[in-house]
């Protein structure tokens, strides 16, 4: 939270297996609203005012009856003369204050409104950066954003109902229950307080109860139009079998289904509306009786008997839409409660209480007997021990699923190993800052994913604020500035989501130039040209190793063409050094690597043939 929260951060977190209830997570939400206590409370303010301002108008209304009825002249057309005119002015006024008041509470609290959503949000999205690695491989991105969404229009929708809606209903209810008491019978205020129990509970009964034929309703719409646009898109696949029949009674299943769950809705709202006038002329025809009992044995004015029903039409015109203002409500607690369960998953990763910054000294890389599984019950590192002296070059090969990519990921501490350490420059990489360890190694991966944006905003990405003339330098550097000018739009080219609008090549430069930019002094090369073209390899493999001179390199590779100038090369098995030495010292050797490099030129070979 920003520096204005004040009050600190809400301790109701739910743990996992849980179920946190609503006032839960109306509690989870109030420190942000509370960190603009004043803008909160001057709205609170407002809303008292506009609805004793509203409760005020009958009242007025009721003087101004009773001044015409008991004037001496009443029915005449000079009568008006005797109505006194400051109450006729102070109806106008309340009747204006009402409005004022209004939108002076909306005018304050917009900005809690939207500064609140705004604090969750960012919040949110920080911690979903903060989380593992494991958790995003784990979760649907698509569904997390829409959780996101959903809660932060939960956030808007439940701020908008409760302050807009239930709260000034029941200040109304308190101020008029306070009237009837102070200055009627205790049956008016029985009858109000009674009559409004038994709507208020009727609603949220048959709410509930209706809840279940909507979302049915709403479900089996989402199945029937899913089976329509599946239909439609294997069209041709539909006439090869001549199953036009077949398909429109499929679809049909469905409409007959969601028309049966449409009816119930429909039905079960006619119930609830029903049920809910019904109470009312119950309680107003109450209210009139005692009135007109009152009236008739002078006890009460006729200026009385229209109050009272002024009242009870007053405070049921927003009760008739509690039913849908429930339902919404208890929508956006739940779709609060999923944004906010985001934020209650720990972070498996994070700095230790007294990590400090890397300091490298040369950025040697070091992995001292290191087990590591991304489940406990399948393990893929065992006992892995080398050295990457600063400066040099060590090349990691093996079959597909040996655990080599694995290594750059712990080498970036997107997980903790189970076993051993992974240390630069003699520190453990639990020991410093993410920060400082991720903005020391830079990496050019086999899939290369770029933002939906410009070729300069991608480049530019590997250091934020870089100058254009830097970027520029980093693309010359990745030879990829001279292609750039040949574009229509240059550095401005849009790239397409996740670059689609370039070939492997151009987004491999892309990468090197982004990676450049960074200017680590560990460079990373995962499988990086093993999805290109045997000449655009060699172009972009001359460019690699250009760049990882005088740096502490790790290139993890497939082809084994790519790696032979390397310093060491180790040889990764079912997660097991089966080997290292440098291209020649292996060939000699005759094991494992000499196989493969065997088996590949014999490919190579047969290429050109076939």
């Known amino acids: 939270m920003r520096g204005r929260s004040g009050g600190g951060e809400p301790r109701l977190a739910a743990q996992p297996g849980e179920t946190r209830n609503d006032w839960q997570t109306l509690g989870m939400l109030l420190p942000y609203l509370w960190a603009y206590r004043g803008r909160v409370l001057f709205a609170v303010a407002c809303l008292i005012g506009a609805k004793v301002a509203v409760v005020g108008v009958p009242v007025l209304l009721k003087h101004i009856v009773d001044a015409f009825t008991q004037a001496p002249d009443f029915g005449k057309v000079g009568a008006v003369l005797g109505v006194p005119l400051l109450l006729i002015v102070g109806y106008g006024l309340l009747r204006l204050s009402t409005s004022i008041f209004t939108e002076l509470r909306e005018f304050f609290f917009a900005r809690v409104t939207q500064a609140s959503v705004r604090t969750l949000a960012l919040k949110t999205f920080r911690h979903l950066h903060a989380l593992s690695l494991r958790f995003h491989l784990e979760r649907r991105t698509g569904s997390v954003t829409r959780e996101i969404d959903h809660g932060i229009r939960g956030i808007s929708s439940l701020i908008s109902f409760t302050l807009y809606s239930i709260l000034p209903t029941f200040v109304e209810l308190s101020l008029v229950l306070g009237y009837l008491l102070l200055n009627y019978e205790i049956w008016f205020a029985v009858i109000v307080g009674v009559s409004l129990t038994i709507y208020i509970t009727f609603t949220v009964i048959v709410t509930n109860w209706r809840t279940r034929f909507r979302r049915e309703m709403n479900e089996l719409d989402s199945k029937a139009s899913s089976r329509a646009v599946d239909s439609l898109l294997n069209f041709e696949t539909v006439k090869y079998f001549s199953n036009e029949d077949y398909e429109a009674r499929r679809y049909d299943g469905t409409l007959r289904e ?148 694995t290594l750059a990921r712990l080498l970036f501490r997107f997980y903790d190993v189970n076993g051993g350490r992974v240390l630069i420059d003699g520190q453990d990489v639990r020991s410093v800052t993410q920060h400082s360890l991720r903005a020391s190694i830079g990496i050019v991966p086999q899939d290369t994913v770029l933002f939906n944006d410009t070729i300069e905003y991608n480049i530019a990405y590997g250091q934020p604020g870089a100058s254009r003339d830097e970027v520029i330098a980093a693309a010359r550097s990745a030879h990829i500035h001279q292609f750039i000018e040949r574009l229509p739009d240059g550095y401005a080219t849009m790239v397409g989501e996740r670059g689609l609008k370039l070939s492997g090549g151009e987004k491999q430069r892309v990468a090197i130039a982004r990676t450049l930019l960074k200017n680590p002094a560990i460079l990373i090369f995962d499988e990086a040209t093993s999805a290109l073209d045997s000449h655009t390899e060699r172009v972009i493999q001359t460019e690699l190793e250009a760049i990882s001179t005088a740096r502490t390199t790790l290139v993890i590779a497939h082809r084994l063409s790519t790696i032979v100038h390397a310093d060491q090369i180790l040889v990764l098995d079912h997660g097991r050094i089966v080997e290292r030495g440098t291209h020649e010292e292996m060939l000699d050797r005759g094991g494992a690597y000499a196989r493969l490099w065997s088996m590949q030129s014999r490919e190579r070979d047969e290429a050109p043939a076939a």
Do not use: C, H
């Open 258 to 405: 969601q028309e049966e769950a449409a009816i119930k809705s429909q039905q079960s709202l006619n119930l609830l509306n029903a049920g809910q006038q019904l109470i009312i002329a119950i309680g107003l025809t109450l209210m009139l009786w005692r009135a007109a009992v009152g009236v008739a044995e002078g006890r009460m004015t006729l200026g009385d008997l229209v109050l009272v029903n002024a009242f009870m039409l007053q405070m049921y015109v927003p009760l008739s839409f509690l039913g849908v203002i429930y339902r919404e409500i208890k929508q956006a607690l739940t779709d609060m409660d999923r944004m906010f369960r985001l934020l209650d998953q720990n972070r498996e990763i994070a700095d230790a209480p007294d990590a400090r910054p890397l300091a490298l000294r040369g950025a040697g890389i070091r992995f001292e007997q290191v087990d590591f599984g991304y489940d406990p019950r399948r393990q893929v590192l065992f006992g892995v021990d080398f050295e990457v002296p600063a400066g040099s070059t060590t090349a990691v090969v093996g079959a597909t699923g040996s655990g080599k990519s």
